[in-house]
């Protein structure tokens, strides 16, 4: 019944915020985006509701999320280390680094795969930018983020505290463009999803490949060959984990990462926005 009232109170917030003028199906694509980006106490509202919801009658909340990273940060930290031959005090932080980023990441491909297909109610009633649904969703997993940043800052308190440096600040820039890569990944997902239904399926599936071949729980350096060209230096999820990683393990991303990453930004705001111009006015019809 709680979760039940969750939901009433996330679709009547939705109900009375969005303004009589963003009900009509004129809505052009660009003022989707801008209008949407313009309504951040809508969506992030939005993506506060969904957190308490998921968290309802928990003690602690949100930070079940932080404990449960912490204790597998513990076990698989000392077996990594030991399969790695890695000192534990440079392996650990390396993980649990990486993992705050993948974990994010994979939670916002997960959950683009069902962002429309669970909001097609909405469609049938109101009309308003869809966009909203897309920032609610970004500022919601991104909440999470802060809560599992606890996890390693505990790591790094007590194995390598000299990791934070000046160049920690480089987290902030690197962040801000894994969440504008989020936000045209989650777009375009969430529409493909919606118009053909068992590709989140497919998505669920490559996830999973992307934690093995990614190097999250491995370190770069142990590849080389071939093997490093096409999992590492052409991998554009290592890149984007780096943007964060590196930072927060007191060291600059390299140029290739920031250069990577620019171009992956620019491509994919191009590419999502040309679709979601194309096929918006269907997306009604399609939930």
């Known amino acids: 019944m709680a979760e039940d009232r969750a939901l009433l109170e996330y679709y009547d917030f939705m109900t009375i915020s969005v303004p009589a003028g963003a009900r009509s199906n004129r809505i052009l694509p660009l003022d989707d985006i801008i ?163 068992d590709v989140q399926q497919f998505i669920m599936s490559i996830i999973q490949v992307l934690l093995f071949v990614t190097p999250i729980f491995w370190p770069p350096e142990a590849l080389a060959g071939s093997g490093r060209l096409v999992f590492i230096n052409l991998n554009p999820i290592y890149h984007f984990i780096e943007l964060v990683r590196r930072p927060l393990l007191g060291q600059a991303p390299s140029e290739l990462s920031y250069a990577y990453a620019l171009v992956v930004t620019v491509v994919g705001l191009a590419f999502t926005y040309a679709v979601f111009s194309r096929f918006r006015r269907r997306i009604a019809f399609w939930g």
Do not use: D
Not at 62 to 69: A, H, K, M, N
Not at 71 to 84: C, F, Q, R
């Open 35 to 197: 209008g949407g980006a313009r309504k951040w106490e809508l969506w992030s509202q939005l993506g506060w509701l969904e957190v308490k919801r998921r968290y309802r009658r928990t003690v602690i909340g949100p930070f079940w999320s932080t404990i449960s990273l912490g204790v597998y940060l513990s076990a698989i930290g000392v077996l990594g280390a030991g399969l790695w031959k890695q000192n534990i005090a440079e392996y650990v932080p390396f993980l649990a680094a990486g993992m705050v980023v993948w974990i994010m990441f994979s939670n916002m491909l997960t959950e683009s795969g069902t962002l429309f297909v669970s909001a097609s109610n909405l469609f049938k009633q109101l009309r308003f930018e869809y966009s909203i649904l897309v920032y609610a969703a970004v500022w919601r997993n991104l909440i999470v983020f802060m809560h599992n940043l606890i996890a390693y800052a505990v790591v790094v308190a007590i194995l390598a505290p000299q990791k934070i440096t000046f160049a920690t600040l480089l987290l902030v820039p690197g962040l801000a463009l894994v969440l504008v890569n989020e936000i045209w990944l989650t777009l375009f997902l969430g529409m493909f999803c919606l118009r053909y239904r």
